[in-house]
């Protein structure tokens, strides 16, 4: 038996198996990855049920950081919209050899000599989530008004946790930087808050409830009701808990597209 053969028409399971081109690593995990979506999914339901809340107003951002374009790419054509990245060099080079109707969420800091390429590179940009002073949100504002797209959706992001590893505006500061944005801002939109619980998890109750305390002050003092401030709080280890103390947008790595390979630093 000659390939051709065995091309044409398969006659037992090895003879299939030969005449099927392999699938690619990064196809399978992109497989792997859109179950994983479905899961994710299944749990936001049990938590948002779990808490009295309806699970349509909690959004699922796919952080898809260090992976492959084919892997974004199956989790796209399992229906998902909603992806995150965190490296503006990363973004720019991935969000054009994806579809427009991606709706790409900027969650890592920002640099101001950064902003023209982020907002150029990414016409489909749908929020900053990681606006940290004014310097950054006077310099998206005029960026945003420069190139004539549509007002960006951005969220303040708060250090809840206190490390100084951490970028954010302190809670003290959430109020003033919040309310800069929405009254001297005029081409972003202020959308609500982030926050990054603590990495070890020992103090991610209170770091969530402290966003959500923020964003008491923040609708009191802005006058705005708190369903149009959105709290962005919860990664792979603790979206369900979030869920259940208020989270409207949770961002999902590693749960969805596996543990991240970062290469070795020398
Ligand atoms: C990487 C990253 C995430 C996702 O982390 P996982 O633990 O992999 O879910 C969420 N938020 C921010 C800001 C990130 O940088």
């Known amino acids: 038996m000659n390939d051709l053969e065995n091309e044409e028409k398969p006659k037992n399971e090895r003879s299939v198996h030969v005449a099927e081109p392999a699938m690619t690593a990064a196809a399978m995990n992109g497989v792997a990855a859109a179950a994983a979506l479905q899961s994710v999914f299944q749990r936001v339901n049990q938590a948002a049920e779990k808490a009295g809340r309806v699970s349509d107003q909690i959004r699922v951002v796919a952080v898809s950081k260090t992976k492959p374009i084919s892997m974004v790419r199956q989790v796209y054509d ?58 950054i949100a006077n310099m998206l504002d ?40 929405k009254e001297a801002c005029s081409n972003l939109v202020f959308s609500g ?25 923040v609708c009191k003092e802005l006058g705005i009701p708190e369903e149009q401030c959105e709290l962005s709080m919860g990664m792979s280890g603790d979206f369900e808990l979030a869920i259940e103390l208020g989270s409207t947008n949770v961002r999902i ?14």
């Open 78 to 135: 399992a229906g998902h919209r909603s992806f995150g990245e965190n490296y503006v060099q990363e973004i720019i080079e991935k969000a054009p050899q994806l579809p427009e109707d991606i709706e790409w969420h900027f969650i890592g800091n920002l640099q101001s000599n950064k902003v023209k390429p982020l907002l150029t590179g990414v016409p489909n940009l749908k929020m900053v989530e990681s606006v940290d002073d004014e310097k």
């Open 142 to 181: 005029r960026v945003v008004g420069n190139i004539g797209r549509k007002p960006l959706k951005v969220l303040v992001q708060v250090n809840t946790s206190g490390e100084e590893s951490k970028f954010g505006v302190e809670p003290s500061g959430c109020v003033g930087l919040a309310k800069h944005v």
């Open 253 to 266: 790595g590693s749960t969805i597209f596996g543990a991240r390979e970062y290469p070795k630093k020398k």
């Open 193 to 217: 808050l982030m926050t990054i619980g603590m990495a070890d998890y020992t103090s991610t109750p209170e770091n969530f409830k402290m966003l959500a305390k923020c964003r008491s002050e």
